[in-house]
């Protein structure tokens, strides 16, 4: 416990340091310190008490023999300053079943806009600045969740690394976006503005493994080279509707390839796509498309497909505070070549339907979630309430009810089915 204190504490200094040169004399320190100290917003965070308990009836394993439930403790802190420059969020977690500890630095970045530097010569180097594109852009690095896209839970152009984990174990939506190290460039343009970001080392998504959850079959090995991957994002609005365009060159973050040697691969990835958003008869539709190609070249295996997604959506409120959404969603696949190589099912066709119900008073909350693919033939429920006993105190519940083949996306995990609570105190 005393090491994690320590950790803890060598993190929070860190993110506190004022943005100042260490040859100021100790006056200057002293009243760079009072003006910054009165400058802070927020130190505030969460602890939750978690537990997933399975339901799942398989007969495959005798129930001894299941992953154990999970019971984690998490705690995350984060702090902000006026001048906004930096930011850490500390995640500190204890697995009551395993008896096992972890401390991860979730997010740590610093971020700053170009304009706002300040110069040894600065009649030169800010006035070059304020003349062109740097004077509208900003620069975020560290270690941080990255998302976009307009699919809910159907990630099309979203490309960055996802915890499939927390998804399918009833960890709340912003776990399901794993941080990661990278360089994020925004610009602000009069007509459109864009995204650039650059990922050293990409590690690939937090799968599901055999340690937490029961599956059918899994490769003998997983070979993953880390590369660096690129991303970037075009987007305007006009006339009340949202329009982008996205390009990714990397490789895909799950190991989709599997030769027949039984070993899994990442296949390079390059991509292009876009997106609208716009409002219709009293709701937003949406739509979003992209396509892939994903190719894989070993001495024991070849693999190039064309691969392509497309979404339409459409959500409103149908009656005072409940709403609902509705998603379809399609994949084709153009297989160029596969040489030595175990081919899983292809063309997916699904349709997602969401349900949420605020109560009158903000204090409960329902939602109800399901998807389905119609030629695939597997499902998935996730339902969740919450209510808020308190501005401190929240208490969920839900489950995640999961059916299909185990040759399908969700059917893979269809031992898995679990209910979850949560309790969470926010200070």
């Given at each position: 416990m005393f090491k994690y204190l320590t950790y803890s504490t060598v993190v929070l200094l860190l993110t506190t340091l004022p943005a100042t040169g260490f040859s100021q004399s100790q006056d200057e320190w002293e009243d760079e310190w009072q003006e910054q100290s009165t400058a802070w917003q927020t130190i505030n965070g969460f602890a939750r008490l978690y537990i997933t308990p399975w339901l799942s009836r398989s007969n495959t394993k005798k129930p001894q023999q299941r992953a154990p439930s999970a019971a984690i403790v998490r705690s995350e802190s984060h702090v902000d300053y006026d001048f906004g420059q930096l930011e850490g969020k500390l995640d500190v977690s204890y697995n009551i079943n395993r008896q096992s500890s972890d401390v991860s630095i979730r997010q740590l970045t610093a971020s700053f806009n170009l304009n706002e530097l300040t110069f040894a010569n600065e009649s030169f180097e800010q006035s070059w600045i304020n003349q062109h594109a740097l004077?509208?852009?900003?620069?975020?690095?560290?270690?941080?969740?990255?998302?976009?896209?307009?699919?809910?839970?159907?990630f099309i152009n979203d490309l960055f690394n996802k915890n499939w984990q927390a998804m399918f174990s009833g960890q709340t939506d912003e776990y399901l976006k794993d941080a990661q190290d990278s360089i994020k460039l925004n610009y602000f343009g009069d007509t459109f503005n864009s995204d650039f970001v650059i990922l050293k080392s990409?590690?690939?998504?937090?799968?599901?493994?055999?340690?937490?959850?029961?599956?059918?079959?899994?490769?003998?090995a997983i070979h993953h080279s880390p590369q660096t991957e690129y991303a970037a994002r075009f987007y305007t609005t006009h006339q009340k509707t949202d329009?982008?365009?996205?390009?990714?060159?990397?490789?895909?973050?799950?190991?989709?390839?599997?030769?027949?040697?039984?070993?899994?691969?990442?296949?390079?990835?390059?991509?292009?796509?876009?997106?609208?958003?716009?409002?219709?008869?009293?709701?937003?539709?949406?739509?979003?498309l992209a396509t892939y190609r994903l190719k894989s070249n070993r001495n024991n295996h070849r693999y190039e497909n064309q691969h392509s997604r497309f979404?339409?959506?459409?959500?409103?409120?149908?009656?005072?505070?409940?709403?609902?959404?509705?998603?379809?969603?399609?994949?084709?696949?153009?297989?160029?070549?596969?040489?030595?190589?175990?081919?899983?099912?292809?063309?997916?066709?699904?349709?997602?339907?969401?349900?949420?119900?605020?109560?009158?008073?903000n204090r409960w909350q329902h939602q109800a979630m399901i998807f389905h693919s119609t030629n695939h033939h597997d499902s998935y429920l996730?339902?969740?309430?919450?209510?808020?006993?308190?501005?401190?105190?929240?208490?969920?519940?839900?489950?995640?009810?999961?059916n299909g083949m185990s040759n399908t996306f969700f059917g893979q995990l269809a031992e898995n089915d679990n209910a979850f609570a949560r309790i969470t105190y926010f200070y």
């Open positions: 004077s509208r852009t900003a620069i975020k690095i560290g270690r941080q969740p990255l998302s976009w896209g307009t699919a809910e839970l159907l990409n590690r690939g998504d937090t799968l599901t493994t055999a340690a937490d959850f029961h599956l059918p079959s899994q490769p003998k329009y982008a365009i996205y390009f990714n060159h990397g490789q895909l973050n799950t190991p989709t390839v599997v030769a027949r040697n039984g070993i899994a691969f990442y296949p390079h990835l390059k991509a292009i796509g876009a997106s609208i958003v716009t409002p219709f008869s009293g709701g937003l539709f949406n739509s979003e979404l339409l959506g459409y959500e409103r409120e149908v009656v005072p505070r409940l709403s609902m959404g509705l998603q379809v969603y399609i994949e084709h696949d153009n297989i160029k070549e596969s040489t030595q190589v175990e081919l899983p099912l292809f063309d997916r066709k699904l349709v997602s339907l969401r349900i949420n119900y605020l109560s009158i008073d996730r339902t969740v309430t919450s209510y808020r006993y308190n501005d401190n105190l929240t208490l969920s519940a839900g489950v995640n009810v999961i």
